[in-house]
Every structure is written in C-alpha cells, then in structure tokens.
C-alpha cells in the first residue's frame, strides 16, 4: 500500500464501524433509545452492580488503610479519562473507549492481584489447571453474570466493547484467546490498552510518593526514569513561579509536586502517542477500518524509546513499589483471607448467597470450583473481610446481611 501522510485526525476513517457486526448484540434491543449503541454501552457498565462494586476493591493498597489512595474505580475513572482524551487526539468514537475502559476491570476480585494469585492458585489445588484469568472473568461478568434485563443474562453490550474487554491487553493483562479472528482489536481498545498503563504508571508512583513510600530524592537516583524526572522538573518550575506554597511544610509541597508531575506525564505520553499513532497510520498507508484491525501490530502505541521508557517506570513499580513490605505484608494477609474463604466454601457450599449456590448446583462437577471462584470475585473488600469475620471470628456479630 502507498504511504499516506496521516494527521491524528483523519485517523477518523479507522474509527469503529457504528454498525453490523460491531454493534451487534448477544440479544435484539428495541430500536427507539435515542442514544448511539456505544453511549448504550457505557450507560449500561455505569449502572452495574460489578462496576459499583470497584468502589470497595483494592487497587494497590488495602482501601481500609487510608482515604486517598486510588481504589479500583477510582482507576477505572481515570483509565476512561485518559482513553477519551487520547481517542479524541486520534478521532476515535469516544464513547466506545469509554465504554471499554469502564468494563475492562469489572472482573477482578477484592484484594487486587493478591485477590487474583489466590484464587488461581486455589483452583488449580482443586486440578483445574485452567486457573484464574480477570480479564475472562470480566467478559463474562459483563456476559452471563449481571442482572439487569428479564429478557436474559448480563448487559447484552455490543461486539465491539465486548472485543475491547475481552482483548484488553497489559502487563497484568493477558487477552481472551481466540474471541475474533481479526489480529487486532479496534483502534478504541488500542487506545484503552496504553490508557491503562499510563494510568497506573503515573498514579501508582504518585499514591506511593504521597504515602511516603518512595521519597522524590530515590527516584532522582535512576537515570532510567528520565520521563517522570522532566515532569517533575516541570511541576517544581510552577511551583517556584506561584507563592501558593510558602510556608508549606515539605510533605505537602512534595504531594503537590507529585500530583502535578502526573498531569505533566499523562499530558506528555498522550501527545506523544496520539503523534506516534498517527504517523505509523500514515506510514502503513492504513487507509480504512478493515485493514487497521488486519495489521500485525497495533497501530497504537508509543515511539519505541518512550515505550522502553514506560516500561522502565513500570519495572522500578515492580521492584520498590508493589514489592514494599508494606504491601507485601497487605498481600500476604489477602491471599490468606481469600484462601480461607475458599476452602471453607469449597467445603460447605450453601455458605454462598442463592444466586451462586444455585449456579454452583447446576454446574458439572468439575467446574463447581470455578462457581466459588465467580462468587469470591464478586465481593468488595469489605464483604469479603466480613464474610471472613462471620466465618472465623468467634466474637458475636450481626449477620452478613449484605451476603444474602
């Protein structure tokens, strides 16, 4: 194909199809909603009980240790945020990016990725070496598992948020396998892919900066950083141009410049991306839809140097933030909790609310484990250190009314 010059505009003609299949659904819906089937979508995810739930799931830190830090939706928000800004730069349909985005995480289980490791780790001890997948877990939440409609299971979304879930694709991340047989998802799941890491990238450096486990003078100790050291060169000049701070104690001043850090690395990396997106369109001579979901490669992403970069930021995460015996000592005690609870379930079925235990009656044999496994995810952190209190905690309590 003939190179074409491609601004992030004219990326436009990429954009979703806004009709068969993509905006087909599992069932017929009436044809008189003025809104388009994407915004349809989104309004839908927005009211499930699942996305409601992430208010009380962890992100990185136990939501019970302090009132700031992110939490799942608060995530959530912020990785639909920054997909509508980055598919707006590109002239995407934003509401679908939104869409994806406010889905992609409806799966996961209390506690974060400790909630997560127990679960798969419970479930291959029962022989089920299929284990646990949060990304599969979110397409069937969204699939079979919500209760909204009379006329059948789940929120009944279209193809192509349906697609976006299921292929959304991270470093904690890993698609549905074989769910369509397009190389590619939609440019709007693209955009939701790189969102997701951006977000947690500049949150979770930030959450740890402001809970005083990394100090600003430790990160300027790695020359791999190099995005967030410009960032944060660029929010202490704003600092030092306003008198707001005067007299503010150090810590504070640090919470500020850490906050306005993250707004200079989600501005810079969008940018970035949005320019990067659009010229591999342009070199690729990609001139419709069809042919960027037949593409080798997503046409969205980063150059290469500021995606090692990215990487590098997520890498130093790996090793001093999410493995800070802080958050080990948190992740020790969820794993144990969620194993526990398991394993007491796995025993005594009917401890589990009607709706899974009848679930859990109809299944084969084989697969009653998993219906524990979809009952545990369903939980926030807080039913699921109340279930544990009811179970195990000998002291008088009310009945976990919440559960039934």
């Given at each position: 194909m003939e190179s074409r010059s491609t601004s992030p505009a004219a990326l436009a003609r990429l954009a979703a199809p806004e009709g068969p299949p993509w905006t087909d659904r599992l069932r017929p819906v009436s044809d008189d909603d003025p809104r388009e089937p994407y915004h349809r979508d989104r309004d839908r995810i927005i009211h499930a009980q699942a996305f409601q739930a992430l208010q009380h799931k962890t992100q990185v830190y136990l939501i019970n240790e302090g009132d700031f830090y992110r939490t799942r939706l608060t995530h959530t928000l912020e990785v639909a945020q920054i997909a509508r800004t980055l598919a707006r730069l590109l002239g995407l349909r934003e509401p679908l990016a939104e869409a994806i985005a406010l889905g992609h995480d409806v799966g996961h289980t209390p506690f974060g990725h400790a909630g997560e490791q127990a679960l798969d780790a419970a479930l291959r001890a029962t022989g089920d070496g299929r284990g646990w997948d949060s990304n599969q877990h979110s397409l069937r939440v969204l699939d079979e598992l919500e209760l909204m409609y009379p006329d059948g299971p789940g929120l009944n979304l279209t193809f192509a948020t349906r697609q976006g879930v299921a292929r959304h694709a991270t470093p904690f991340d890993v698609p549905v396998p074989g769910f369509d047989p397009h190389p590619q998802p939609t440019l709007e799941a693209q955009v939701v892919n790189l969102a997701d890491v951006v977000a947690y990238a500049g949150h979770d450096l930030q959450d740890a900066l402001e809970a005083g486990l990394l100090e600003p003078e430790r990160l300027r100790l790695e020359?791999?950083?190099?995005?967030?050291?410009?960032?944060?060169?660029?929010?202490?000049?704003?600092?030092?141009?306003?008198?707001?701070?005067?007299?503010?104690?150090?810590?504070?001043?640090?919470?500020?410049?850490?906050?306005?850090?993250?707004?200079?690395?989600?501005?810079?990396?969008?940018?970035?991306?949005?320019?990067?997106?659009?010229?591999?369109?342009?070199?690729?001579?990609?001139?419709?839809?069809?042919?960027?979901?037949?593409?080798?490669?997503?046409?969205?992403?980063?150059?290469?140097?500021?995606?090692?970069?990215?990487?590098?930021?997520?890498?130093?995460?790996?090793n001093h933030v999410y493995s800070h015996p802080l958050v080990v000592r948190q992740n020790e005690k969820e794993r144990f909790l969620v194993t526990q609870l398991f394993e007491r379930i796995l025993a005594n079925a009917r401890i589990m609310p009607a709706f899974h235990f009848e679930r859990w009656e109809r299944a084969a044999q084989a697969d009653r484990p998993r219906e524990i496994a979809f009952f545990l995810a369903s939980l926030t952190d807080r039913g699921a250190l109340d279930l544990y209190a009811e179970l195990f905690d000998p002291r008088e309590r009310a009945m976990g009314h919440h559960l039934t």
């Open positions: 020359p791999q950083l190099e995005p967030w050291h410009v960032c944060w060169e660029l929010a202490e000049q704003e600092v030092e141009a306003h008198e707001l701070t005067r007299g503010w104690p150090s810590r504070q001043v640090e919470r500020l410049l850490a906050r306005r850090a993250r707004r200079h690395f989600i501005d810079r990396v969008l940018r970035e991306a949005a320019a990067a997106s659009a010229g591999r369109a342009g070199a690729a001579g990609v001139g419709s839809f069809e042919e960027a979901v037949e593409l080798d490669a997503p046409l969205v992403a980063l150059t290469e140097t500021t995606g090692r970069q990215v990487q590098e930021l997520v890498r130093f995460l790996f």
